[in-house]
């Protein structure tokens, strides 16, 4: 089945305590994005890569890593978590750009950081 | 602000009626696309709308893109339980980086 996955669903964590949140799409895709979504402020891009080894930031990416050593994979990383990045993420995939093709997301991770 | 901007914010009907929920951006696009979440979930492309298109049909779906206007509006007809969800918009600028930037929703609840 064509699909993004993300581990964990849910994650609570304090202060400073590096995390990962994975991703991985079976379709083949180049283009993979991060969103996070909280209330009021809707879908924002954290990063994007167009390919493998090509990442760029988003709109909000501070605090943020990424790599995509493979075309699959697209983690995230919070090298030192902080309350204001609790929040719903979610990572996305499509062909081409991301721009003329759907997206395809995954189910979400719900990070709380105490 | 953001590009693109649903109206209303929420929308509750009655089984079988037709929901109507609208978007409106600012700058030229290059497509326009409506994805359905529901609560808590990932977000599920519904249809593409390219900027030379008018309307374009998926099952119970239709879209219309208006760009005079810079407008859109999705509707779903004969709604079902199943379609209570949020909506929303996302564009393509013309300008910029190629990448989709997204509404805050339409929050619609399907009453039985």
């Known amino acids: 089945e064509a699909q993004v996955t993300q581990n964990p669903r849910y994650l609570i964590t304090v202060t400073g305590k590096k995390l990962t949140v994975t991703c991985s799409q079976n379709?083949?895709?180049?283009?993979m994005s991060w969103y996070r979504q909280d209330p009021g402020l809707g879908l924002r891009q954290i990063y994007y890569s167009m390919n493998v080894e090509v990442t760029d930031k988003g709109d909000v990416p501070e605090g943020y890593k990424v790599s995509r050593k493979e075309k699959r994979n697209f983690p995230l990383i919070l090298e030192s978590p902080s309350p204001n990045q609790t929040s719903l993420y979610f990572c996305a995939s499509s062909f081409g750009t991301g721009a003329n093709s759907p997206l395809h997301f995954g189910n979400g991770t719900r990070l709380t950081v105490t | 602000s953001q590009q693109g901007e649903e109206d209303p914010q929420a929308l509750s009907i009655q089984e079988g009626e037709n929901a109507t929920m609208n978007c409106s951006y600012k700058?030229?696009?290059?497509?326009l696309q409506w994805y359905r979440q529901n609560s808590g979930r990932g977000l599920v492309h519904l249809i593409l709308?390219?900027?030379?298109?008018r309307e374009k049909h998926s099952g119970r779906l239709r879209v219309t893109l208006d760009t005079s206007k810079k407008s859109s509006s999705l509707l779903i007809t004969a709604s079902r339980a199943a379609d209570t969800a949020s909506y929303f918009c996302a564009t393509v600028l013309i300008q910029g980086a190629q990448k989709l930037v997204f509404g805050q929703g339409t929050r619609l609840t399907i009453n039985p």
């Open positions: 700058t030229s696009i290059n497509n």
């Open positions: 709308i390219r900027s030379n298109e």
């Open positions: 379709m083949n895709h180049e283009y």
